[in-house]
């Protein structure tokens, strides 16, 4: 009976897990919608089905760190069974993380007709969450690699955008409103990093999960590791 509950218990994080996931992924779409934009501002729709998200997404974490925490104490999980829930409790960290990044985002005003090299940096940073839990939810060591992999990438878009910005600018003609965009766009490009970083570290919790190993702040190469 006791294993049955315990069952019934993971089943149901595993679950609201995946609709959490699905939730910080539907964000994700609905800001790639606004930086397709052709209009001169963000539909309300858009406006109203971020917020509600927001709102449930907090909902959903603080559901989940109380479930996880009841398991934990009423069935006393072996080894590999606290470590994927571990596994899931960091992912929700840093899925709640990336959910107020996205929310950061989408509060600069200069989100519609933005640079295409900021719609680059956010379809990377979508594919690098969604492959992320993909390789959670499919126990897919591959995806979780591919996933650390591009984090490089993406700090260096974001080295590279202030530069190329700053080259494009004519001294002579420079003004306070062109900078404070330059300052805004810059701050875009590092929440894009930021949600690489995060992405970085749910695949980091699989591969904790998979394999026992906590390949965090390791210098060498992700394969050597694993």
Same mark, same amino acid.
Request: glycine share 0%; aromatic share 8%; net charge negative.
């Given at each position: ?7 019934? !218990? ?10 959490? &996931? ?22 309300? #729709? ?32 072996? !080894? ?35 640079? &295409? ?14 492959? !992320? ?26 080295? #590279? ?27 875009? !490009? ?34 050597? #590791?694993?």
């Amino acid at each position: 009976m006791t294993t049955d509950l315990k069952n019934r !218990a993971f089943n149901k994080i595993f679950t609201e897990f995946e609709d959490f &996931s699905n939730l910080i992924l539907r964000q994700l779409d609905l800001l790639n919608e606004i930086f397709e934009l052709s209009e001169d501002s963000i539909p309300e #729709e858009i406006t109203k089905q971020l917020v509600e998200n927001e709102n449930k997404i907090d909902e959903f974490e603080n559901k989940l760190d109380n479930h996880i925490i009841r398991t934990i104490v009423l069935y006393k999980p072996v !080894a590999s069974d606290i470590r994927q829930l571990f596994a899931v409790y960091r992912m929700v960290i840093n899925l709640e993380r990336i959910g107020d990044l996205i929310m950061k985002v989408y509060n600069y005003e200069i989100l519609v007709n933005s640079s &295409s090299e900021l719609h680059e940096m956010l379809n990377l940073t979508s594919e690098m969450v969604k492959n !992320a839990l993909l390789s959670f939810f499919n126990s897919d060591k591959k995806l979780a690699v591919w996933t650390i992999q591009r984090d490089d990438i993406i700090d260096k878009l974001n080295r #590279e955008f202030l530069n190329k910005k700053i080259e494009n600018i004519k001294i002579e003609k420079e003004s306070k409103t062109l900078l404070q965009d330059l300052i805004n766009k810059k701050t875009i !490009a590092s929440c894009f990093e930021r949600i690489a970083d995060h992405s970085t570290n749910i695949a980091e919790a699989t591969i904790y999960s998979l394999l026992g190993k906590d390949i965090r702040h390791s210098n060498k190469d992700i394969n050597e #590791e694993i």
